[in-house]
T-cell receptor, first 113, second 113 residues
C-alpha cells in the first residue's frame, strides 16, 4: 500500500531533550516536507526537500533540523525542544512536480513540558 | 505578505444540503491551488488541484472553481453526507519550482442528520 509513515505517533518529552521524528514513504517520491499544525494557524511548512541531499527552509524552520540521506526517509530533528514546539506534526511527499498531489502522513502529536 | 484566507471559519448544514466554501489568496507569483479535506486528528487528503489556467475541477460531489484574476476560489459540496464533516483547507503554491505552500486556516464543516 502506498503510504507515508511517521513515528512516533505520540510523544511527550521535556525541554532540552533531543528527539527525532521519523518519516518514510514507499512511493519513490522526490519531494518531501514537514509541517506543523497549531490551532487557529493552519499548517505551516518547516522544511522541505526536493531530492536526496537537497533541503530548504520553509516558513518556520527555527529550532528544527532535517536530513535527506535516502530518498525514502526525511527525519525531523529537534536538538533542544522547547514548549513552543508543542504541536501536531505532519510529513508529506509528492512526485517531482509542484503540481503533483501531496500525500500526508498520519501525524505526530508532540508535547514538550 | 503571501496569505490565504478562508471563509466561513465554521459551518453547520443538514445532510443532503449543498454548501460553498470560499478561499481568497494574495500569493504571487501563483502556481496552483489545492483543496484538502482533513478529518480530525488525521492528515489532509487532496480533493482537487488547479493551475491558473483551470476554472473548474470536480471530484465526485466536490467541485472547485478558480478565478485567477480576482484571486478567489470556492469549493462546492453537493448533497452533503455525514462523512463530509471535516475541515477543508485551501492551499496555494508559490511559483512553479519553489515547492513552497501557503495554507489557509480551514473551514470546519459539520453535517447534521
Amino acid at each position: 500500500e502506498a503510504q507515508v509513515t511517521q513515528n512516533p505517533r505520540y510523544l511527550i518529552t521535556v525541554t532540552g531533550k533531543k528527539l527525532t521524528v521519523t518519516c518514510s514513504q514507499n512511493m519513490n517520491h522526490e519531494y518531501m516536507s514537514w509541517y506543523r499544525q497549531d490551532p487557529g494557524l493552519g499548517l505551516r511548512q518547516i522544511y522541505y526537500s526536493m531530492n536526496v541531499e537537497v533541503t530548504d527552509k520553509g516558513d518556520v524552520p527555527e529550532g528544527y533540523k532535517v536530513s535527506r540521506k535516502e530518498k525514502r526517509n526525511f527525519p525531523l530533528i529537534l536538538e533542544s525542544p522547547s514548549p513552543n514546539q508543542t504541536s501536531l506534526y505532519f510529513c508529506a511527499s509528492s512526485g517531482g512536480s509542484s503540481y503533483n498531489e501531496q500525500f500526508f502522513g498520519p501525524g505526530t502529536r508532540l508535547t514538550v513540558l | 505578505k503571501n496569505q490565504v484566507e478562508q471563509s466561513p471559519q465554521s459551518l453547520i448544514i443538514l445532510e443532503g444540503k449543498n454548501c460553498t466554501l470560499q478561499c481568497n489568496y494574495t500569493v504571487s507569483p501563483f502556481s496552483n491551488l489545492r483543496w484538502y479535506k482533513q478529518d480530525t486528528g488525521r492528515g489532509p487528503v487532496s480533493l482537487t488541484i488547479m493551475t491558473f489556467s483551470e476554472n473548474t475541477k470536480s471530484n465526485g460531489r466536490y467541485t472547485a472553481t478558480l478565478d485567477a484574476d480576482t484571486k478567489q476560489s470556492s469549493l462546492h459540496i453537493t448533497a452533503s453526507q455525514l462523512s463530509d464533516s471535516a475541515s477543508y483547507i485551501c492551499v496555494v503554491s508559490e511559483a512553479s519550482g519553489t515547492y513552497k505552500y501557503i495554507f489557509g486556516t480551514g473551514t470546519r464543516l459539520k453535517v447534521l442528520a
